[in-house]
């Protein structure tokens, strides 16, 4: 099995479409350009208009939205097997920046490539609108979570769903997994302070909930978690190819 096979993209896309081998060949096309990019620099910054995007292979990144007063608003996490920049692909300027959380490796993807991947090969071009689709399905939750849940729903439901994303692509379980964020980033992701993110996680820690320590996530009672938070995994639709 090559690199390819083995990728956070392909276990992530092979949930939607039982990639062939030329799909994997299509795929293989698109690693062309392997770059890397250190932590805290970004990678793609707001209002850029240069025609690529990238595909992260290792590490973590945020999107974020820097508002007038110059709070930022993080919009979601990316790990491996993201696309990152897609939309500014289509759209020609991006409305959000990344920077990386770790160390990343990612492959630049340039628009040509990107589009001709499309028209030679549709089946891997649906399971990409896929990514994309679940990717929005993911910031409606999201508005739901700033807009509705209170801080402990909050923060456990978005814990949950990174574990989720993460089993996805091998790299967690239903236990728990490693995590590099800080309760700064969370305080961004989730619209509260460092400080009530401290407490609410002291408080589902107490509650045998959940444990966030030493860059781990652990689940205590993961079924009393998915309870408590009305954790609805659907949304994320990580049932199996759809298309075989």
């Keep these: ?45 707001q209002g850029q208009s240069d025609q690529a995007a990238y595909i992260l292979s290792e590490g973590w990144v945020c999107s974020y939205k820097i508002q007038p007063d110059g709070t930022r608003q993080i919009v979601d996490f990316q790990i491996p097997g993201d696309f990152l920049g897609l939309r500014s692909v289509l759209l020609r300027t991006s409305d959000h920046s990344f920077e990386p959380i770790t160390d990343i490796q990612a492959v630049e993807v340039q628009a040509g490539d990107l589009l001709d991947t499309f028209a030679t090969s549709p089946r891997l071009a649906t399971a990409i609108l896929w990514a994309a689709s679940r990717d929005e399905a993911m910031v409606v939750e999201h508005l739901v979570n700033l807009g509705r849940r209170d801080a402990d729903r909050r923060t456990a439901h978005f ?41 609410v996680l002291r408080q589902l820690r107490e509650n045998g909930l959940l444990m966030f320590r030493n860059g781990k996530v652990m689940f205590g009672d993961r079924d009393r978690l998915v309870e408590f938070a009305g954790f609805d995994p659907e949304y994320l639709d990580q049932n199996g190819p759809f298309l075989k």
Excluded at 4 to 32: C, G, M, Q, T, Y
């Design 159 to 199: 814990l949950l769903e990174l574990g989720a994303r993460l089993v996805l692509v091998g790299m967690g379980s239903q236990t728990g997994y490693d995590c590099p964020l800080t309760q700064y980033h969370l305080a961004d992701a989730l619209g509260l302070s460092a400080v009530h993110v401290n407490r």
């Design 1 to 45: 099995m090559n690199f390819i096979e083995k990728s956070p993209l392909a276990r992530k896309l092979s949930n939607f479409v039982a990639l062939s081998a030329s799909e994997f060949d299509a795929l293989r096309n698109l690693h062309k350009r392997r770059r890397s990019f250190v932590a805290g620099r970004d990678l793609v910054q």
